[in-house]
């Protein structure tokens, strides 16, 4: 329960900050802008290094799904089938149902590129503003933020359940990983100018505080231990 209340206090608190001071976000999304465009857009190693976290995304539900079909005879990597249950709901209702499937479609924020602010010809709306100057695929808030949380908790989960199996410096390479793919990928989407500080921020959150709901409600403690 003191996770949930954390988490929920974070979403709260990072909410109220960006209604009240907006310019953080364009302040923010400027410091990537060159006066005329994104250059992290065109760079090529990036737009890799974006390809490589979706297909690592995508792959890790789909591996998720598989071995929670599998883990019904049996527990896949010591978890059981209700902890790969876990993980599944995880990418499902955060990703899944939450970013895309609602906030993406419903509340119209343009993205930073898109603005008056940075070239574009769409108004700026703040986060959690429902706006009309996006029609589909919209700003708020980062699925790809989203979906590198959702990864990060079944990495951390894996990882965890299987540390006496590893050497120390293997375990905290797997943590390490874990918890760089969010902040990577935050990286990434706003310095190509395509989401901003909030978006990722409370994309993160947002994954986060389901999860920690989720466990709550759904998992013998013995089955989700964190990282």
């Known amino acids: 329960m003191r996770a949930i209340a954390a988490l929920a ?14 310019n953080l976000d364009i302040a ?55 902890a790969w249950a876990f993980q599944a709901l995880v990418f499902l209702l955060g990703p899944g149902l939450i970013v895309n499937g609602l906030l993406k479609r419903q509340w119209g924020r343009a993205r930073p590129f898109m603005t008056q602010d940075f070239g574009g010809n769409a108004q700026f709306s703040t986060a959690w503003q429902v706006a009309d100057q996006c029609a589909r695929n919209c700003s708020f808030v980062s699925g790809e933020a989203a979906g590198a949380t959702a990864l990060a908790i079944s990495i951390c989960m894996v990882v965890r359940a299987n540390r006496h199996l590893m050497p120390p410096l293997v375990y905290q390479m797997g943590v390490g990983v874990a918890l760089l793919l969010p902040l990577v990928t935050a990286w990434q989407r706003m310095a190509a100018g395509r989401h901003y500080l909030s978006d990722v921020v409370l994309g993160t959150l947002l994954v986060a505080l389901l999860a920690a709901l989720l466990h709550w409600l759904l998992a013998p403690k013995a089955t989700l231990k964190r990282c």
């Open 9 to 22: 206090l974070a979403v709260l608190a990072a909410s109220w900050l960006f209604a009240a001071y907006p």
């Open 28 to 82: 923010t999304s400027g410091l990537f802008y060159d006066g005329t465009t994104f250059p992290i857009a065109t760079n090529p190693w990036v737009n890799g290094l974006r390809n490589a976290l979706i297909w690592a995304e995508d792959g890790g539900f789909v591996l998720v799904l598989i071995a929670w079909l599998a883990s019904r005879k049996g527990p896949i990597l010591n978890l059981p089938a209700r």
